[in-house]
């Protein structure tokens, strides 16, 4: 059984800084990349990034790009996504994915102005 588990979302006030956490379990395959999404209410599912596993190599969804950064924990398999300086717009809910088409329940984040 493959498990996500999206964690650290919360409800902040525009400027504020969150840290959310995404944690693999039960991968039957050696992560390559993990990357991380989000869905603003009523929008489809946008990039946000991806962090290469090998060498912690990132790459960012222009909206996100000088505010936002991923990192890793490889041995216990947990992403990380740093937000800094969040913006209304930021208000989704954020998921991981280590690609195959899986993903967790996600984390809402919520950022008031």
């Known amino acids: 059984q493959v498990q996500l588990v999206e964690s650290g979302g919360g409800l902040v006030q525009a400027g504020d800084s969150l840290r959310l956490s995404c944690a693999a379990s039960?991968?039957?395959?050696?992560?390559?990349?993990m990357s991380w999404f989000r869905q603003p209410p009523g929008k489809e599912r946008e990039f946000v990034g991806r962090?290469?596993?090998?060498?912690?190599?990132?790459v960012y969804g222009d909206s996100v790009k000088g505010r936002f950064s991923i990192s890793r924990d490889s041995a216990k398999n947990t992403a990380y996504l740093q937000m800094k300086s969040l913006r209304p717009e930021d208000t989704a809910v954020y998921y991981c994915?280590?690609?195959?088409?899986?993903w967790g329940q996600g984390t809402q984040v919520t950022v008031s102005s």
């Open positions: 994915t280590p690609g195959a088409d899986y």
């Open positions: 962090i290469w596993w090998s060498d912690g190599s990132t």
């Open positions: 039960g991968l039957t395959f050696d992560i390559d990349t």
